[in-house]
């Protein structure tokens, strides 16, 4: 590794870079891994992701309380225990695997006792509030809360398998304890689990609690699934808190997506904010572009991929690159003396063109000064640093005074490295090798960070090109026979 030039700033500065780009890359790092951290998961793009890969099979169905059922059996608060067991050993029969009950029914009701002992008799589990696990008094009957969590707009993307009261007790759910009656091992916690699609979907098999009851239903619809007993709404769009909880319980019955711990997404969103920020330009919004795309075809191979939180983090890092052009904008380098006393390129073809068209009492000659050592500071410092070495060379030559004509506006840049000045009128070629040597003199003290600006200087006497129009090319003769002249200064 080449040691780093002397005087190069410190050891993280970037050419072409914000001196405050370590910081922004830090904050950027910083900020994406705690937005990683605090959003893992994305509900509403993997709900997405399950509307277009849904999953096969679902191993759940829902009984309908319809409103033929409620019109056969009157008000739900009246049926009796008996129209209950009707049911479970119809579902039983037809081999459910597990029952479930998503009514709360009124703990008051004078038949309470008999309707806890058929439904625990049947192993079935019934739906509760948080605060009121035993609905009709205790005994063997299982309950379970029947909760989901819900979005900021309302929708259900995700459930659990516990809830926690207000005092700290951590509380199954009922689509748990429905999926462990199945044989589910999945742990009693609160992390969020995602709520599956399926094809077909639960309530595409929808039997009516009247049918069931009487025995009017084929088995192979119950047979081997878990059945939840609610309520299904008309609208396929607007689904029940029962066809949910029947989504739930199948989601806990098939083989989970592989998620990325929270650490893991963390680590990545640090990684594409540091990215899109480094990488500059375009390439934060290519991620952004990138990681949902990446969310579809990973959730088709069964991973549950952060893609909308590592978008975002992409956008950061976009925003990170633009606050740092803005910065660098701001502090863009102001007009330099070059650039203010120093003509163009087709300033100077003008300038010759008068000179040719309207000859004065003498004779104009074109002075040539190229530094050698501007082509090193650049590369070396940057370009600020040798159109420093330019400006402390023009203030050396308009110390100059009285020995070199007009010498506050009479220069021209060539090319980066070159400056043309035009003097006129000089009596003789003596008199143009004076100033040729009072120009190389002046830049020949210039000298940046141990770098020196070698000054070569040529000239040459203006006069028309014999065949050329006069416009640029003339200009370009002159230069071109100015260079044929380079000298070194004498003290050089």
């Known amino acids: 590794m080449s040691p780093r030039p002397p005087h190069a700033g410190p050891w993280w500065a970037v050419p072409g870079r914000h ?117 009709l008094g205790g005994g063997q009957l299982r309950t379970g809360v029947s909760a989901l969590d819900r979005s900021l707009l309302g929708s259900s993307y995700s459930f659990r398998t516990g809830y926690r009261t207000a005092d700290g007790e951590l509380v199954p759910t009922l689509a748990w304890q429905l999926a462990r009656a199945a044989g589910s091992e999945a742990p009693l916690d609160t992390r969020p689990r995602f709520l599956h699609h399926f094809t077909p979907a639960v309530m595409d098999t929808r039997l009516s609690f009247r049918d069931v009851a009487t025995g009017r239903f084929r088995y192979a619809d119950v047979q081997d699934k878990v059945v939840v007993i609610g309520q299904a709404s008309p609208d396929s769009l607007r689904p029940t808190g029962s066809e949910l909880q029947a989504r739930a319980v199948a989601s806990l019955l098939v083989p989970p997506y592989l998620s990325l711990p929270a650490w893991a997404a963390a680590l990545l969103a640090a990684l594409i904010t540091g990215l ?31 893609g909308m939180t590592l978008a975002l983090a992409g956008l950061i890092g976009l925003k990170l690159s ?54 090193m500071l650049e590369e070396r410092f940057g370009r600020e640093w040798a159109e420093e070495g330019v400006d402390q060379g023009l203030r050396r030559l308009k110390a100059l005074g009285g020995q070199v004509p007009d010498a506050e506006s009479f220069g021209f840049r ?45 000239y040459t006497q203006v006069e028309a090109p014999t065949g050329q129009p006069l416009d640029e090319a003339s200009a370009h003769t002159l230069i071109e026979a100015a260079r044929q002249t380079l000298l070194p200064a004498a003290s050089a």
């Open 322 to 375: 633009g606050v740092e052009y803005l910065l660098t904008q701001s502090r863009q380098q102001p007009v330099t003396l070059a650039q203010q006393q120093l003509g163009t390129r087709a300033g100077l073809s003008r300038a010759v063109e008068a000179m040719l068209s309207v000859p004065g009492s003498g004779r104009g000659y074109l002075f040539l000064l190229r530094l050698e050592g501007y082509g």
């Open 414 to 458: 060539w090319e980066p490295d070159e400056l043309v000045f035009l003097v006129e009128p000089l009596s003789s070629p003596a008199e143009a090798g004076k100033i040729a040597a009072c120009l190389a003199d002046a830049l020949g003290t210039v000298s940046l960070r141990g770098q020196s600006l070698r000054p070569l200087v040529g």
């Open 19 to 135: 001196a405050s780009w370590p910081y922004l890359l830090l904050a950027g790092l910083v900020f994406g891994g705690l937005m990683g951290q605090a959003w893992p998961y994305n509900p509403a793009a993997w709900n997405l992701s399950g509307q277009m890969f849904a999953r096969p099979a679902p191993q759940a169905v829902l009984v309908d309380i319809d409103p033929a059922s409620l019109a056969d059996y009157g008000p739900l608060n009246t049926w009796t225990p008996e129209l209950y067991r009707a049911v479970t050993e119809q579902l039983q029969q037809a081999g459910a695997r597990a029952i479930g009950v998503d009514v709360l029914l009124d703990p008051s009701r004078p038949d309470a006792a008999e309707l806890n002992r058929v439904l625990a008799q049947s192993g079935a589990v019934l739906a509760a509030l948080p605060g009121d696990l035993a609905p």
């Open 276 to 306: 899109s920020f480094v990488l500059g330009r375009y390439w934060g919004l290519v991620f952004a572009l990138l990681m949902p795309v990446l969310t579809l075809a990973l959730w088709r191979a069964g991973v549950a991929f952060p």
